[in-house]
């Protein structure tokens, strides 16, 4: 059976960095798009960034450009995003999700889409 769990989120204060984990089991990990994504209290969930099959392509919305970052460990089944200068506006649940795709528009915009496998979430707080 496919899990995706999620760890590392903390509650933390505003200038502090987190490392978060995703780790996948019943997957053929190094096979697939992975991706995190965060929901805040009352929003959408959007995109935080995804990474390709090998790590050597990546993607952030502008938003998140600078402060995250993601990288793989094929070997170990595990991804990671690093946030540097936490925010209280980066509060969220942060959730991984695997098997997915970099989907480009027309228009220019990217996005991290059509993931198969996501986790429960690890909770990321910020206080100021």
């Known amino acids: 059976q496919a899990q995706v769990v999620e760890s590392g989120g903390d509650s933390v204060q505003a200038g502090e960095s987190l490392r978060l984990s995703c780790t996948t089991s019943g997957l053929n990990f190094d096979r697939f798009t992975m991706g995190w994504f965060r929901q805040a209290p009352g929003k959408e969930r959007e995109d935080v960034s995804c990474i390709s099959r090998s790590g050597n392509k990546t993607y952030y919305p502008d938003s998140m450009k600078g402060r995250f970052t993601v990288s793989r460990d094929n070997a170990k089944n595990t991804m990671y995003l690093d946030i540097n200068g936490l925010r209280p506006e980066d509060t969220a649940i942060y959730y991984c999700?695997?098997?997915?795709?970099?989907?480009?528009?027309?228009?220019?915009?990217?996005?991290?889409?059509?993931?198969?496998?996501w986790g429960h979430g690890t909770q990321v707080t910020v206080s100021s």
């Open positions: 999700a695997a098997d997915g795709m970099f989907a480009y528009y027309n228009d220019g915009r990217i996005a991290c889409e059509d993931f198969k496998y």
